[in-house]
């Protein structure tokens, strides 16, 4: 896939646990457009050296992939840090994700980590915002999206460890939570990043992470983070574009290319008026559809 494909392909991303050997082979048979390989809070710490390994062990016998991949590191200030940085360097993942981001800075260390060695010349950065730093951050820590050197393309909430640093409780701690989650959303939309929702703790409640999943569309969420495969379906389908916008953005994009509107930037479109940044807009949803059905057709046995 080409780089603006991926874009366009976070619809569900799967947190896998570094130390589990199994599953993280069978990542790479799933239906998730991205895997996140899990350093950092799925695993124990007397079990980060292994799943360190495991991780690493992987990547050498699959270097490459049909989907994204990702790699959580360890804070730079833990124990772990450091050789999670090395590894990943290594791995050469898409990407690396880096854990409860609260300013610039923690950004730019990872980014100057990488830069040390030509090797991982493409790989991008994911900043997880999940402490209330992190939130009041988010605009600058989105703004390093512009700068080609820091390499960030994507901010992950981590609403659990937002509600626990928030000190809120119970099953609708969520709903307190969206004003935040809308501040890191436009964050990320005035950066041009990519922005993926928190997971939904219940993987046996399928109606329940569904009726979410519509909801982080709704909001402006370009997919969500998961924690069971059961949980990529419903994600798959609630941030795909609707087969009705799908067909509206094709009506729109052809009346602009006919020759009646050609060189115009504002045409008649059934019943209003539509702008360039309209097209632009219809565009990227083709783009999208495209790549969801291009993927889907992949994965078809």
Known sequence: MTDFDRAQLRRSVLYVPGDRPRAVSKAETLAADAIIFDLEDAVAPGAKADARETVRAHFAAF?????E??????ALSTPWGTEDVLAARAAMPDAILIPKADDVADVLAVADALDETDAAETMRLWAMIETPRGV??????????????????????????????AGMAGVTARQHLHAWLMQIVLAAKAGGACVLDGVFNDHKDAAGCAAECRQGAE????????IHPAQ???????????????????????????????????????????????????ERLLARAAAAAQRERSESP
Do not use: W, Y
């Open 63 to 67: 270097p490459a992939s049909d989907r």
């Open 69 to 74: 991949r990702v790699i959580r590191i360890n």
């Open 136 to 165: 009041l951050n988010a605009p600058a820590i989105t703004d390093l999206s512009r700068q080609s050197g820091a390499r960030l393309d994507c901010l992950v909430v981590g609403t659990n460890d937002l509600a626990k640093e």
């Open 219 to 226: 909001m402006g969420f370009d997919g969500k983070t998961l």
């Open 232 to 282: 990529i379906a419903p994600a798959n389908a609630a941030f795909a574009p609707a087969a009705e916008d799908i067909e509206r953005a094709r009506r729109l994009v052809a009346a602009f290319a006919s020759d009646d509107n050609a060189g115009k930037g504002v045409i008649a479109f059934e019943g209003s008026m539509a702008e360039l940044l309209h097209l632009k807009q219809a």
